[in-house]
């Protein structure tokens, strides 16, 4: 059945999940076939009760599976894709052969068996599985099909229903105890509990100080080389045969460990003294140590490494990261980016190795290929490593690729060819030197260098670091060539002090590390949980460091408390562990299921689970149990955090804030918001009273001479306002509701200097300044960008603030006969400035646009996101949203159908003129039908990525 032979089966419709990978696979396919994207999952479990088929009941309506019945999920097709597989039901209708061309992975191989399910073929369905899209991989997909693998379902299956049972029994107990439209999930929960966890670290960390001497010594000899310099750099190791006490003899309480006992601890007058006793001091080499160095190259990337690589070397963010190598792959460029394994094919090996000898010669190639084994525990072996396409590599500049594209492709081609390639071998070597002070002290310092020979894999590629200080592989210390009994002399003695830092915040590439590392989650799933921690406001991004928000304490307090177990790192790694069993074949799903939801209780749990193979289910539970009877939280409690006897943290159902105690029993305590962005180990004593010092509270303005209303100041979440205290008795909901009037102060008003005449004037906005000749009402108002004009739906801006109370209607009116102008008369300067754009290299700036504020290059335009604040925007970010925009490409509009009418008139003239039109006219009709099909393939496209992110993240 090869694809030469496609016309004597009649037409095959080949099914894939973007347009974009069907668009490179049909062009590989040739006639004969139809290749249709899905746009992702067709059908899965349903977001909301409104969705269940009525049918259904109970709890089955509300959680989407029918957990008495063998856990049967109720699958539905999303409400998007009900005209996508319309679509793909007529086109089989026309075919005579199903391929199923999805991701060779459970996720793919779960919307294979969607298709299969929801189309119900009656030809032949052939299963076409690929891990890179160039010609040959597909044509030999199409020659070799195969079935179904039921098991990769199964184990999917399981996983949804397992994700669907925690977060929708779990996340209505955040909604009661600690805020509305929170969530949780299995491994999102856990990954939040990591970040909090960090910084609980390093608010109870206590910085320790302590000194040590650096010595810059001279052999006496003029260097003859770089290779053999004249002077040398030593800090002090050792006095008196003591060991020099630095930062990890410490502990997070600033004191020194408890093993630490043949250990000097220097303070700054005791360097200094034993620096002035080291003056006159004669010194000399006490040993040289030389060692081989040998450093081999690192394996090729998995999906995990490539996230961390890529956020070190490039500054992604792993969602970036990954919408990036979507595209490549998509596009054929790279292999399948979604994998656990270092595996390299034997033509990949081929490639990688005849590539080593074109470009570094054949001194860089090692006599045997070089094959790595998998560190991931159940890694999917029958993937491989990520590398470019093909059995030949493309180097970057033949690629014809640019920005994101371009330079993470170069970074996966540099790493795969790095991998075929000769260790670095070298030299390392440590100096001794000693010598004895004026005060009977003996002081040793110590220097340590290293030289590389034969760079190897270095001249290819040299691996990042997560901790900006850390030496990289490629780099060389030399010392001079001296050995044992050398005179030195002291050219400089400098006591330095040094302080122990808290323990570093996670990046997203060491977050991703440390997921990896303790086996929680899937390796594929963790660029979709960072994204929704951030997303769901439990941590944000300081630079590149991941912050917890208060909100997070609270969350992570309560799960801690409540559902321990089910926040337990060890238990998350085993739960890991029985679904690869499951997967396997050794485990059953429904009895390891029941075990989790039921526990052991009578009725459900038969004791089948270890019977199945899946072990002694000792840290199965009962999640059911756990969600019922919820009277022993505390809500204020799990949401209270002590600062001192005085002074605790509250996190509300508005934000975070700080109270004093009250001095009057069973009144409340004074209280001050807390800001959005202030990360929790900032939060001190002294800043806390601080917030308490600032006005807050009601300040009483006076009586409205018309309503009779008190009219009083507030200092709000979203800043200083004024408003009415409406009379006892009025109702506040329903059809009668009466809301105050309300309206924030002007940007020369403060809480302290706001008057009863400030706030009558404010309250009187919006301002009926007239109306025009049409009898249209002009109104002055203050809106969320500054002062305007408003006729019907023509908005005009003012000048000024003072201009909303004196505009006239005549002068309204010579706005109005002004053309409107899109923008400002002139340009407004830079909200902020973020730097330089590491892609265009243009200087990427925060303007206020029409439609709110926006980062800009010159050449592309983002706009800010709900969560993103100008004062809080790093430069990250900024250039973050412009990679985005970037990867979306430019919206295409759709043409217009007119010119298509334009051309049948056209034809009833026999000029040329008409002619061209008709030509014209076709054209244009042409464009359209394209312009629509891209239009919504591209929109298709966008909601499935939110509807797979919502079915593959495990938490």
């Known amino acids: 059945m090869s694809p030469s032979s496609e016309t004597a089966h009649g037409q095959r419709l080949v099914i894939v999940e973007s347009p974009a990978k069907a668009k490179t696979i049909k062009g590989y396919l040739g006639p004969g076939y139809i290749v249709e994207a899905s746009v992702g999952h067709i ?68 919307i294979a068996w969607h298709l299969q399910q929801v189309l119900k073929p009656k030809v032949p369905v052939h299963r076409m599985v690929f891990h890179e899209i ?82 810059t010594f001279g052999t006496g000899r ?38 630490s006992t043949n250990t000097l601890h220097l303070d700054e007058q005791a360097a200094r003294a034993l620096a002035a006793a080291l003056q006159q001091t004669a010194f000399s080499v006490r040993s040289v140590e030389s060692k081989p160095y040998r450093r081999s190259p690192y394996a090729p990337f998995r ?53 080593v000898t074109q470009l570094y010669g054949a001194d860089y190639l090692p006599d045997a290929p070089r094959t790595y084994a998998s560190k991931v525990k159940n890694a999917q072996e029958a993937h491989e490593a990520v590398r470019p396409s ?111 830092k808290p323990p570093a915040r996670y990046t997203e590439a060491s977050l991703v590390k440390e997921l990896e590392d303790r086996e929680i989650g899937r390796p594929s799933t963790y660029a979709s949980i960072i994204d929704t921690i951030i997303g769901r406001r439990y941590v944000f991004k300081k630079g590149t460091a991941l912050v917890p928000s208060f909100l997070s304490f609270a969350v992570v307090n309560l799960l801690e408390k409540h559902f321990g177990r089910l926040v337990d790192y060890d238990f998350t790694a085993r739960m890991e562990d029985d679904l690869d069993r499951i997967a396997a074949g050794e485990a059953q799903s429904v009895p390891w299921l029941k075990r989790f939801y039921f526990g052991e209780g009578e009725g459900h749990a038969t004791g089948g689970a270890a019977e199945a193979g899946n072990g002694d289910g000792d840290h199965l539970g009962g999640l059911k149990e756990l969600v019922t009877d919820l009277g022993a939280i505390d809500a ?30 069973g009144e409340p ?13 900032e939060l001190t004593v002294e800043l806390a009273e601080e917030l308490l010092a600032k006005p807050s509270g009601d300040f009483e303005l006076g009586q409205d001479p018309v309503s009779g209303n008190q009219l009083v100041a507030k200092d709000g979440r979203y800043g200083p306002y004024v408003t009415e205290i409406l009379p006892e008795g009025t109702p506040k909901t329903g059809k009668n509701a009466v809301k105050p009037r309300t309206a924030s102060l002007l940007q020369t008003m403060t809480l302290d200097t706001v008057t009863l005449d400030d706030a009558l004037k404010l309250l009187s906005l919006p301002r009926v300044v007239g109306v025009d000749a049409e009898g249209v009402e002009i109104t002055a108002q203050n809106g969320r960008y500054g002062p305007y004009l408003k006729k019907g739906t023509d908005s005009r801006s003012l000048t000024s603030e003072e201009q909303m109370f004196t505009v006239t209607l005549e002068e309204a009116l010579a706005i109005y006969a002004q053309p409107k102008q899109r923008g400002r008369a002139a340009a407004a300067p830079p909200l902020k400035e973020l730097g330089t754009d590491p892609v265009s290299e243009r200087p990427v700036v925060v303007k206020d646009g029409r439609f709110g504020p926006y980062v800009t290059d010159g050449e592309t335009n983002a706009t800010l996101r709900k ?70 393939k591209k929109t298709a496209a966008k909601k499935t990525a939110a509807s797979k992110t919502t079915a593959t993240d495990e938490g």
């Open 303 to 355: 999906t995990t490494t490539l996230q961390q690589e890529a956020s070190r070397k490039l500054g992604f963010g792993a969602k970036r990261t990954m919408q990036v190598a979507q595209k490549l792959y998509e596009n054929g460029f790279i292999t399948y980016m979604r994998t656990d394994s270092t595996t390299l094919s034997e033509t990949a090996i081929t490639a990688a190795r005849a590539q």
């Open 390 to 500: 093909g059995d030949r590599f493309r180097t970057p500049a033949e690629t014809g690729l640019n920005g994101d594209d371009f330079r993470l492709y170069e970074l996966i081609w540099m790493r795969t060819v790095a991998s075929q390639m000769k260790d670095a071998v070298g030299q390392s070597v440590t100096v001794k030197v000693g010598g004895r002070a004026s005060d009977g002290r003996d002081a040793e310092f110590s220097a340590s260098g290293k030289i590389i020979t034969f760079h190897g894999f270095l001249k290819a590629y040299v691996e990042g670091a997560d901790d900006p200080n850390a030496e990289l592989d490629d780099r060389e210390r030399r010392l001079p060539q001296v050995a044992e009994g050398d005179p030195l002399a002291a050219d400089q003695l400098t006591p330095e002090g040094h302080a122990t």
């Open 636 to 665: 204020r409690e799990i949401s209270s955090f002590r600062i001192n006897d005085e002074l605790t943290l509250r996190v509300g159902r508005y934000g975070p804030y700080v109270e004093r105690a009250s001095t009057v029993e």
């Open 222 to 259: 003029t260097a003859a080389d770089a290779a053999n310099p004249e002077t040398f750099g030593a800090r002090l190791s050792a006095v008196d045969g003591k060991r020099i006490a630095s930062g990890r003899d410490f502990g997070s309480d600033g004191q020194l460990k408890a093993n």
């Open 669 to 681: 305590g004074r209280r001050a918001d807390i800001p959005d962005d202030l990360p929790p180990d």
């Open 43 to 110: 059908r899965d479990l349903p977001s909301t009760a409104a969705e269940v088929p009525d049918k259904y009941t109970g709890e089955v309506r509300r959680l989407g599976v029918d957990v008495d019945h063998d856990f049967a999920p109720i699958y539905v097709v999303n409400a998007d894709k009900k005209s996508q597989v319309s679509k793909l039901k007529s086109l089989l209708a026309e075919s005579d052969e199903l391929f199923l061309a999805t991701d060779e992975d459970r996720e793919g191989e779960a």
């Open 867 to 936: 969560d993103d604040e100008i004062e809080t925007l790093t430069p990250e970010r900024g250039y973050e949203l412009l990679a985005e925009k970037r990867a979306r490409g430019p919206v295409k509009k759709t043409a217009k159908k007119a010119p298509a009418k334009k051309a049948a008139t056209a034809k009833k003239t026999a000029t040329k003129t008409a002619a061209k039109k008709t030509a014209t006219a076709k054209t244009a009709a042409k464009k359209t039908t394209t312009a629509k099909t891209a239009t919504a």
């Open 134 to 215: 160039t010609k040959t991989a597909i044509q030999e997909a199409v020659a070799n099909p195969r079935e179904l693998n039921q098991r990769l379902v199964d184990a999917q299956e399981t996983r949804r229903i397992l994700d669907r049972l925690y977060g929708f029994e779990v996340s209505p107990v955040l909604w009661k105890k600690v805020m509305p439209k929170l969530s949780a999930g299995r491994v999102q929960s856990v990954a939040t509990r990591l970040v909090v966890e960090r910084e609980r670290e390093r608010i109870a960390f206590r910085s320790a100080s302590y000194w040590d001497l650096v010595g």
